[in-house]
């Protein structure tokens, strides 16, 4: 990233196909956002406030997946708008949980899920903004987490990249003094393949990591699925342990033929 043109960089923050918990996760940022209130001009965010103006921004962060005919559009106006396009959360970096439409009949979904599924425009797949436009950096998780967040943001107003490690959440369970529940207890958890950033939540309070922060860096996918198995999983349970929030990216690193094909995809 190169530092900002103008004095107060503006601010653009965009929705797409998601939930808009990524979204509050920057609202909950109250306190770490104060000093930098006068330092950024937020210019479009309509989850926090009506005064939506026009482009061009320094800075857009992206939310959601795109899933639509109308977001396909969108997001090629977002990005031409922006000076640095960065996506945040599983949706915008995966195409999130709503992708498992990827490995189906999306017009069976719509029309189990819609009383009049023919007003319903939607594509075939969800896939993630970096599947149609460049992306400047990819923030993870289902949802972001805070601290990563402030870097980003920090980071582009210091003309920087982000310092986000690609490493799995078992650096953070030894950081934190958590015991390994593989091996202590027999536990499947994720946290060998998943990319770190919760801060191992899950493990420390006994729960497997399920892997809402995506792959990590150099997932060793061969190795993780015998473990699973030796777990007491299932390769049913484990195409639903892995078909999740970031079900599209854990597919596309599953060894072929490991779980009987995507087909079986839940």
């Not at 990524?22 to 309509?46: G, K, N, S, V, Y």
């Not at 920087?160 to 799995?168: E, G, K, L, T, V």
């Not at 078992?170 to 990319?195: D, Q």
């Amino acid at each position: 990233m190169t530092a900002p043109a103008h004095p107060r960089p503006r601010l653009g923050v965009f929705k797409f196909a998601s939930c808009d918990g990524c979204q509050l996760t920057l609202l909950d940022c109250e306190d770490e956002l104060l000093p930098l209130a006068d330092r950024i001009e937020i210019a479009h965010f309509a989850e926090a406030s009506g005064d939506i103006r026009p482009g061009p921004y320094d800075l857009a962060l992206v939310e959601g997946s795109v899933s639509t005919p109308e977001h396909l559009e969108r997001v090629r106006r977002v990005r031409a708008e922006s000076r640095h396009l960065v996506t945040i959360g599983a949706c915008a970096t995966a195409g999130g949980v709503q992708a498992l439409r990827n490995f189906a009949d999306v017009t069976e979904f719509r029309a189990v899920v819609y009383a009049k599924p023919e007003y319903i425009e939607t594509l075939a797949t969800s896939t993630p903004i970096s599947a149609h436009v460049p992306v400047d950096f990819e923030l993870r998780g289902c949802p972001i987490d805070r601290g990563q967040l402030i870097e980003v943001v920090t980071a582009f107003l210091a003309g920087r990249r982000p310092d986000i490690p690609d490493h799995s959440v078992c650096f953070a369970c030894k950081r934190r003094g958590t015991t390994c529940l593989p091996v202590a207890h027999g536990t499947p958890c994720l946290g060998p393949v998943t990319h770190a950033g919760c801060g191992a939540l899950c493990p420390a309070y006994g729960r497997g990591c399920y892997g809402c922060f995506g792959p990590s860096g150099s997932p060793n996918m061969p190795a993780m699925i015998p473990l699973l198995r030796s777990d007491g999983m299932s390769d049913e349970d484990i195409l639903r342990f892995l078909h999740t929030f970031n079900v599209d990216d854990f597919a596309a690193i599953e060894p072929p033929g490991a779980l009987g094909g995507r087909e079986e995809s839940p």
